[in-house]
């Protein structure tokens, strides 16, 4: 009989997404996803369905309405990458989206870069799987 268990820390989240919310990517995942909160499928489109939670923007970045979405889409990216369902290698592509919402979505350009180089220099440690076992 097995007696290992399987856990995670728990995550405190600020934002519950209302509705459901869906975004194109150049993520291609090897088979499709499909998860409670989270699908994202061959041609990669990410679906993140009502009641996902996360928690906005990171470090010194303020919690502003040109990042909300690019977070959103950002962390449930990164969720796919801590849970092994896409590559670590996706990160690049999941941190320039990051930038490219926060563009699309009015901030300055100056600003979206510096968020852009923040995920890309310190955003890894986040991609990395957290399930811990015991004992």
């Given at each position: 009989?097995?007696?290992?268990?399987?856990?995670?820390?728990r995550r405190r989240y600020k934002y519950t997404l209302f509705d459901d919310?869906?975004?194109?990517?150049s993520i291609r995942p090897p088979h499709a996803i499909s998860l409670r909160?989270?699908?994202?499928?061959?041609?990669?489109?990410?679906?993140?369905?009502?009641?996902?939670?996360?928690?906005?923007?990171?470090?010194?970045?303020?919690?502003?309405?040109?990042?909300?979405?690019?977070?959103?889409?950002?962390?449930?990216?990164?969720?796919?990458?801590?849970?092994?369902y896409l590559p670590q290698k996706a990160r690049e592509n999941a941190d320039?989206?990051?930038?490219?919402?926060?563009?699309?979505?009015?901030?300055?350009?100056?600003?979206?870069?510096?968020?852009?180089?923040?995920?890309?220099?310190?955003?890894?440690?986040?991609?990395?799987?957290?399930?811990?076992?015991?004992?």
């Amino acid at each position: 009989m097995d007696r290992t268990i399987s856990y995670k820390k728990r995550r405190r989240y600020k934002y519950t997404l209302f509705d459901d919310y869906q975004h194109e990517t150049s993520i291609r995942p090897p088979h499709a996803i499909s998860l409670r909160f989270i699908d994202l499928d061959l041609s990669g489109l990410l679906i993140i369905k009502k009641n996902y939670a996360w928690d906005g923007a990171s470090g010194p970045v303020f919690d502003t309405q040109k990042i909300m979405r690019g977070s959103l889409v950002h962390d449930a990216l990164y969720q796919l990458m801590r849970e092994k369902y896409l590559p670590q290698k996706a990160r690049e592509n999941a941190d320039w989206l990051l930038r490219e919402i926060c563009l699309e979505d009015g901030m300055p350009k100056f600003n979206a870069d510096l968020v852009y180089l923040a995920v890309d220099l310190f955003g890894k440690p986040y991609t990395k799987p957290d399930l811990l076992h015991a004992p």
